[in-house]
């Protein structure tokens, strides 16, 4: 995940972000649909399987 920084704050290039995300999500069925940037349909199991996908491809 890159996001527009002033120059005097941008990371050095050698530095790596590290995303810690949430790895623990209940077992309920509540379907979350989502379209990715290729326009790849997916169907995850509840919303917040759906938002540690999203989470982990940001690394």
């Known amino acids: 995940?890159?996001?527009a920084r002033p120059a005097a704050?941008?990371?050095l290039?050698?530095?790596l972000l590290w995303r810690?995300?949430?790895s623990v999500c209940e077992e309920q069925y509540q379907?979350?649909?989502a379209v990715?940037?290729?326009g790849v349909m997916q169907t995850f199991s509840n919303r917040?399987?759906?938002e540690l996908a999203n989470c982990m491809?940001?690394?």
């Open 36 to 38: 990715d940037e290729t």
């Open 13 to 15: 290039p050698n530095r």
């Open 20 to 22: 810690q995300c949430d």
């Open 48 to 50: 917040c399987k759906f």
């Open 1 to 3: 995940l890159l996001t």
């Open 31 to 33: 379907p979350v649909c």
């Open 9 to 11: 704050l941008a990371p």
């Open 57 to 59: 491809s940001a690394r």
